[in-house]
């Protein structure tokens, strides 16, 4: 009965672990077949499709030439779901996102098959938008032009810059719902052709970039020349202060300063007259103070929503003026976190033996960049300007390195940095740990687990058995 049990439990952890996978890709609203390879349903045969491992979508049993064939008509796959009853196969149709997963198909006859199917489903792709990026226009040299190639709510997908036929460069993400951004710098009179493509692993989007039409050189931003637009960066909860650069206001100097791209006027003065307007509901309650003296704006305790373009005007005696401030105001940044990757932990078919995989990585950042540095050498790094996304980078190391690596991120104004320690991260790692996935590892101690009940259960039955035996010889050699 043991030895029995044992065989049952073996041969369905390695069924179960031997899985033949299929990875199929779609595109929303498309029908997708997945296939049982038979030609013709025999009889006595037991054909079960299930989802995500538990749910049972689908179902044939043969029992005497007839078929019964059962499709699931409820929640998720309600009008989605068609079974061939001839070869057992089953077709989703306008297939939707929410169809992505694992579809198992479970074969029952002289043996039991299994054969499991990763379905991923890609929303339609986007043309990617090419805008002149105006944020750059006053770092950019005059004969510069700066764009923005970006798509929005993306998954899966890479987003590159050609020109003609070469990639000049990329970015992936893996990320749902999200703003995908990649620049470029070209010159105003450039005569190449430049595309933004955005693909995914089936299809792709692209959209050619028309400098004549984006490229011209701007003269004003708010009406007013490139070169009075000033950057100002600050950090998250500190103060700030726009200068008008005047010592003393005359008495009729009027002062304005509007915020935001509907020009939204919040302080003012004039006549030695300060008007503050609305501007409590925006920046806070006395958060905005405006100098009498100088005319000058302060934002205290400032936050990220503050972020955009200030413009002020300037009436007077002594000539009209406009300036802007584009104010970009940066959250503390987190410091990196290192951590071994243990989906790269090696095996006969992977990285050495001797190599210990890592990732740095942090979360809800902007404007960032994130590097791996060997000593004060740049190993590599990686930038973006999406909010709340996970950044990470891997880097891979020798476990018996003695050199100093340290992973970085940064923006304009500071940084944070975080030391690897190869000692504590870089331990190497069992064998079973390493070269098997976790299912495997698992299946590994249960069968020693089994093997260890099998062998006690052996042995107290052979104790039992030899004391049965004995009982009789004892009685006959007693007995008179």
Not at 325 to 338: D, G, R
Request: charged share 15%; with cysteine.
């Amino acid at each position: 009965m043991w030895t029995y049990m044992f065989v049952v439990c073996v041969a369905v952890v390695f069924g179960v672990d031997g899985d033949e996978v299929t990875s199929v890709s779609v595109m929303e609203g498309d029908s997708v077949t997945l296939h049982t390879d038979i030609t013709q349903i025999q009889r006595d045969l037991h054909i079960i499709w299930s989802f995500d491992r538990t749910n049972l979508i689908a179902e044939i049993i043969t029992r005497d030439q007839m078929n019964s064939v059962i499709v699931s008509e409820d929640g998720l796959f309600r009008d989605h779901l068609q079974m061939n009853s001839q070869t057992g196969s089953l077709t989703i149709t306008n297939i939707t996102t929410e169809h992505n997963g694992v579809y198992k198909l479970t074969i029952i006859r002289d043996k039991i098959s299994y054969t499991s199917f990763t379905v991923i489903v890609y929303a339609p792709l986007p043309l990617p938008v090419i805008t002149h990026n105006s944020s750059s226009s006053s770092s950019s040299s005059s004969s510069n032009c700066s764009l923005l190639c970006s798509v929005l709510n993306m998954r899966d997908v890479s987003l590159s810059w050609y020109n003609g036929n070469s990639l000049l460069s990329s970015i992936s993400v893996s990320d749902l719902n999200i703003r995908l951004s990649l620049p470029l710098e070209v010159k105003y009179q450039n005569t190449n052709t430049y595309s933004c493509v955005v693909n995914n692993t089936i299809t792709n989007q692209t959209q050619h970039l028309n400098i004549t039409e984006l490229c011209q050189p701007c003269s004003s931003v708010f009406g007013v020349a490139r070169d009075e637009v000033k950057s100002v960066s600050v950090m998250e909860g500190e103060s700030v202060t726009l200068y008008t650069n005047f010592t003393e206001i005359q008495q009729r100097d009027h002062i304005l300063w509007m915020f935001g791209p509907q020009e939204t006027r919040i302080a003012e003065l004039y006549k030695q007259s300060i008007d503050m307007f609305d501007s409590n509901k925006t920046f806070g309650h006395k958060k905005l103070l405006l100098d009498s003296q100088s005319g000058s704006l302060t934002i205290k305790n400032i936050r990220t929503e503050h972020t955009g373009l200030y413009r002020l005007q300037i009436k007077s005696d002594r000539g009209n003026s406009d300036k802007i401030f584009n104010v970009t105001i940066y959250a503390p940044l987190p410091i990196p976190v290192i951590i071994r990757d243990s989906s790269q932990c090696p095996s006969s078919s992977s990285s050495s033996s001797l190599n210990c995989s890592l990732l740095c990585s942090v979360m809800n950042v902007r404007d960032v960049s994130l590097s791996w540095y060997k000593g004060n050498s740049l190993l590599s790094n990686i930038s973006v300007s999406d909010l709340y996304i996970r950044l990470f980078l891997p880097l891979e190391v020798d476990f018996q390195d003695n050199n100093t690596y340290s992973c970085v991120v940064n923006n304009t104004i500071t940084n944070q940095t975080q030391h690897l320690n190869i000692t504590h991260l870089c331990q190497p790692c069992s064998e079973c740990l390493c070269s098997c996935g976790f299912t495997e590892t698992v299946i590994r101690l249960v069968l020693s687990a089994l093997v260890g009940v099998a062998v006690v259960a052996i042995v107290i039955y052979d104790i039992r058995s030899r004391r049965v035996e004995q009982k009789p010889r004892s009685d006959i050699t007693l007995r008179p």
